[in-house]
């Protein structure tokens, strides 16, 4: 079979799920990766043919996809501010959106260590670990520690990059209000579950089916509960005039900020995303008097 007939007969059959131009992509982003072929080798060389053995495992991956599971899954890795992850039903898939939190951890980061090494920096709600890993990959001399609930989460997380310094994890929590050991922390980062249960109608069957739900969703009548608790953690261990920064619900982003602006953090501001939607919340630790 050549490479070429099963693009097309992919596409198609991913109609039924997806737009034509995302069916595609999906079908272009699964050869190159199962392949190790580039996107436009259908285009060069047509003659491409699969093997028996490239076309059984092609055949039995979109016969995945057409169930509706995304295809991060089905190759077992998500790229992510350069870099792939690992990724399993367990976690949440990265989000574009998620790279831009990192980028402005990042300058937090930066901002505060004035040539000190060694910054203290704690992600809560971390899942397959893509931010934590990300800044400890940056900033190698950052003393970085994550928390999750999820113990299959954390056994994910623990094993991204066998090479090199690795984050803390730890096994907590958040909505209790863990105090996590070793003092204060430099910069905070969250992104937990903020989406709506009544936002459910709105989403994809490939989230609904296959995304853990315990790390997407909220209750209609408390949304902003994960938020109340990262303030408190904040309250607790963030050194003074240390920065945190959470990924937030584009539609709760006044009530999100009231939070910390309640709880009596500084510069509390909302943030855009790359659509200009509300989709961070920055705060910052009072500085000591």
């Given at each position: 079979m050549r490479l070429t007939s099963f693009i097309q007969e992919g596409r198609e059959a991913l109609l039924a799920l997806y737009p034509a131009p995302e069916a595609g992509n999906i079908v272009t982003r699964l050869f190159t990766a199962r392949l190790g072929l580039a996107a436009h080798t259908p285009l060069v060389h047509p003659e491409t043919a699969l093997s028996p053995e490239e076309e059984k495992q092609l055949r039995a991956d979109l016969a995945r996809l057409l169930r509706g599971e995304p295809l991060q899954y089905v190759l077992g890795t998500a790229p992510f501010f350069g870099r792939d992850f690992k990724v399993s039903p367990a976690v949440l898939i990265p989000?574009?959106?998620?790279?831009?939190?990192?980028?402005?951890?990042?300058?937090?980061?930066?901002?505060?260590?004035?040539?000190?090494?060694?910054?203290?920096?704690?992600?809560?709600?971390?899942?397959?670990?893509?931010?934590?890993?990300?800044?400890?990959?940056?900033?190698?001399?950052?003393?970085?520690?994550?928390?999750?609930?999820?113990?299959?989460?954390?056994?994910?997380?623990?094993?991204?990059?066998?090479?090199?310094?690795?984050?803390?994890?730890?096994?907590?929590?958040?909505?209790?209000?863990?105090?996590?050991?070793?003092?204060?922390?430099?910069?905070?980062?969250?992104?937990?579950?903020?989406?709506?249960?009544?936002?459910?109608?709105?989403?994809?069957?490939?989230?609904?089916?296959?995304?853990?739900?315990?790390?997407?969703?909220?209750?209609?009548?408390?949304?902003?509960?994960?938020?109340?608790?990262?303030?408190?953690?904040?309250?607790?261990?963030?050194?003074?005039?240390?920065a945190g920064l959470v990924e937030i619900n584009d539609a709760l982003g006044p009530e999100t900020a009231r939070i910390f602006a309640e709880a009596g953090f500084s510069d509390v501001a909302l943030l855009p995303d790359l659509s200009g939607r509300d989709r961070f919340v920055q705060f910052f630790a009072p500085d000591a008097k």
């Open positions: 989000r574009p959106e998620t790279e831009l939190l990192v980028e402005k951890a990042l300058g937090c980061i930066d901002a505060l260590s004035a040539g000190r090494t060694g910054l203290r920096v704690l992600d809560l709600c971390t899942g397959s670990g893509c931010i934590a890993w990300t800044l400890l990959r940056e900033r190698p001399s950052l003393c970085m520690t994550a928390v999750d609930l999820s113990a299959e989460a954390l056994e994910l997380a623990r094993s991204q990059f066998p090479d090199g310094p690795s984050p803390h994890f730890v096994q907590a929590d958040v909505l209790a209000r863990p105090r996590i050991d070793g003092g204060a922390f430099d910069v905070m980062v969250s992104n937990p579950p903020y989406i709506l249960e009544g936002q459910k109608p709105e989403m994809r069957r490939n989230v609904l089916d296959f995304e853990p739900e315990m790390a997407l969703f909220v209750p209609d009548a408390d949304p902003l509960v994960f938020y109340r608790a990262i303030a408190d953690i904040a309250l607790q261990q963030l050194a003074p005039g240390g």
